[in-house]
Structures are given as C-alpha cells and as structure tokens.
C-alpha cells in the first residue's frame, strides 16, 4: 500500500510528540523564595521547568515554599548535589553578590540566572574579580529587555520617520502597602532603585542613539505614609523613598526624562487607558509603566504602555500614536508577557541554542549609568 503524503505527516508527528515527551524537565534551583521568587515559580513551571529545591534563610519563606510543595534546602552542597541544570538567583539585590560567590565556588561551570540588578553600584569591582575565576553561563533577568511593547514603539518612530525631541520613561506605583507589608527599601539608589534599570532599559530599547550624550539634573522627593502600631497612628519619613526623576540629553538630542515615583503621583499622564494622574494607597494592582516618544516639530507622540493595564488582561500593553488631535492610532491587545519570555529567551541560551540575552557586561553598564548623575 503506498504511503501518502498525510501518513508521513502523522508518523513526524508522533516522533515529535514522543521526543517532547521523553524529553528530561529543566531542573532549577532557587536561591530566594519572596515576592519575585514566587513569580519565577510561576512562570518557570508554564515553560517545564522543574524546581528541586529552594535555597531560603527566612523561616516565614520556607514555610511557603513548603505550603507550595517545593523542598526546602540545607545548604548550597546539598543543593549542588541535585545536579541542578541551572540556579535561579531572586534574592534582594545586596545578597546577590554574596550568593554568587558561593555558587560559583562550588560550581564554577554553572548555569546562573539572576534576577535585576546583578549587583549594587559599590559591588561592581568584587564582581568583576569574583567572575574572573568563572566558566559558567550568567544571564540577568532583565525581563523588559524582551517587551514586545518596547519593539512596537520602536517600529512606529521609524514608521512614522520622527526625529525624537524628548523620551520619557515613567514608572510609577502607590508602595505603601509593599512597605507597611515589610518590602525592602532601597537605601543606595532609593526610590530610583526599584526600576530605575527598568526604566533605562526601555529607553535603550529604542536604540545606542539614546545613550547619554550630556547629563542634565536629578531630584528626589521624601515619602511619609501612616503606620498602626497597636491602636496609634504613627507617621514615618521615608527619605528619597517618594519619587526620583533623572535627566540628560541623548546622543541624537533627545531630551531623555527617566521618572518613577512610589507614592502613587503620575508626573506624566497621557491619553489612554489612565483616567487619573494618582493611584491610591490601597490600590496595589494599577501600575503606570511607560514609554513616550515626541517629535514636537511634527507634533506626533508615540506612547507604549506596559502592562498590567486598566481594564485590560494581565500580559497585554497597547501602543497609541497622538497628534494635536487626539489619539489618532491605537494598538491594543499586544500579548506581551516580558518575565516568560526573558525566561525563556535565557533557558534557550543556558541550552546552547541562542546568545545571552541579557549578558553582565550589559547589566554593568546599565548599572554604571547610575554613576553619571
């Protein structure tokens, strides 16, 4: 009997879905089980990734990641032990340079993903001697590196062929809730510490064109939110905590503005999705992430807007294009999941199969942008 055409399709199926399915889980182990541990946990397990154990010093975060099913380690030997395929760094920014360097000594041809940034601004000479002695594979997780959001603006600035005039980059949240709940304060970049290497990222997504050519200015704003402590309102000072704006001018002449605030105040709203320039205290789901691009001699503005967005699902941004009109294009639903896909873009290095996506060198010089001011 002859073989058709649609036979031999079914049999390189059934080889495809037999090699999917013999193939071995990616097994992981994670140094840190907070508020961004748990996300890796989450999207790692969508992409097959299996965790082994979880490195942890904090018992009330051990009982967690136990309430979660997940093993909870004795020490760095025992999880070397487990022939992890690679170590998923997520803790605060101070320890990572500590948790490297055990890793590394006992494992100096690792695979190592950590999470932003790979270090703070007075650790960068120790890293550097400590990965001197390394063989292994490092990505940081840089996630907005990956945005769909950021390349889509990007697109239309060359679409509509404008000379930018200004960028803003904007984050900004109400962390009050975050920090009565015992989050971490930033005490080296403070209010600009959180995503402030985010922020910058998006702008050099846009290309090498808006790297500084001259710095401008920067200023903080203090933060006070009210405590109940046993019945008694108290009201603390959080320094350099409220907002941070940075500025400096662009190698194209763009007028580059890199703004976050923690209190909730939008410093710039644009038309679209956001009816109001606050977010209140007890709001911790509305972010408001953007990425502005103006030509103000043609008056047009392109404007991405990350996600989580109001009114829309979780992972999708909307890009609008303005001129003195109004919106005058809008591009919704763009499916852009940026912490899946920079998981997924660094197991495919860690693999053998594509370039580091996010490399230290890159990270450093991120983070040394900080020193310009």
Avoid at 293 to 321: A, C, H, M, T
Wanted: glycine content about 6%; some cysteine; hydrophobic content about 35%.
């Amino acid at each position: 009997m002859a073989v058709t055409k649609s036979d031999i399709i079914c049999i390189q199926t059934r080889k495809e879905e037999e090699i999917t399915l013999s193939k071995p889980k990616i097994r992981c182990v994670r140094v840190g089980f907070g508020h961004i541990g748990r996300i890796h946990e989450q999207k790692l397990e969508l992409i097959d990734v299996e965790t082994i154990g979880i490195l942890e010093r904090s018992a009330a975060k051990c009982s967690v990641a136990v309430s979660w099913g997940l093993r909870v380690l004795s020490d760095y030997h025992e999880a070397f032990g487990l022939e992890p395929d690679f170590w998923d760094v997520c803790t605060g920014t101070s320890m990572h340079l500590s948790v490297l360097k055990e890793i590394i000594a006992i494992d100096p041809h690792a695979n190592i993903l950590v999470e932003k940034p790979i270090c703070t601004l007075s650790q960068i000479t120790d890293l550097k001697r400590l990965l001197e002695s390394f063989h292994g594979k490092i990505v940081i997780n840089e996630n907005y590196a990956a945005s769909r959001v950021t390349q889509i603006v990007r697109e239309q600035v060359s679409r509509l062929g404008l000379r930018p005039t200004r960028v803003i980059s904007e984050m900004t949240k109400n962390r009050v809730q975050d920090i009565l709940g015992g989050r971490f304060l930033d005490h080296e970049h403070y209010a600009f510490g959180y995503e402030g290497s985010h922020m910058i990222t998006n702008v050099l997504g846009l290309g090498d064109d808006f790297l500084p050519r001259e710095i401008s200015c920067q200023s903080y704003e203090d933060m006070t939110i009210e405590d109940d402590e046993q019945g008694r309102i108290q009201s603390r000072l959080l320094f350099q905590q409220g907002a941070s704006e940075k500025r400096y001018t662009a190698r194209n002449g763009a007028y580059v503005i890199l703004h976050t605030a923690m209190d909730g105040h939008i410093a710039y709203l644009y038309p679209g999705p956001y009816s109001r320039a606050y977010i209140p205290d007890d709001d911790d789901k509305i972010r408001y992430r953007i990425l502005a691009v103006e030509d103000n001699l043609q008056d047009i503005v392109v404007v991405g807007f990350y996600e989580p967005i109001p009114g829309f699902e979780r992972n999708y941004g909307k890009v609008i294009v303005t001129d003195k009109h109004g919106i005058r294009e809008d591009i919704d639903h763009i499916y852009d999941d940026t912490m899946l896909n920079a998981l997924g873009n660094a197991l495919q290095f860690f693999e053998g199969n594509a370039p580091n996506p996010y490399p230290v060198t890159r990270a450093l010089d991120n983070l040394k942008m900080l020193k310009l001011w």
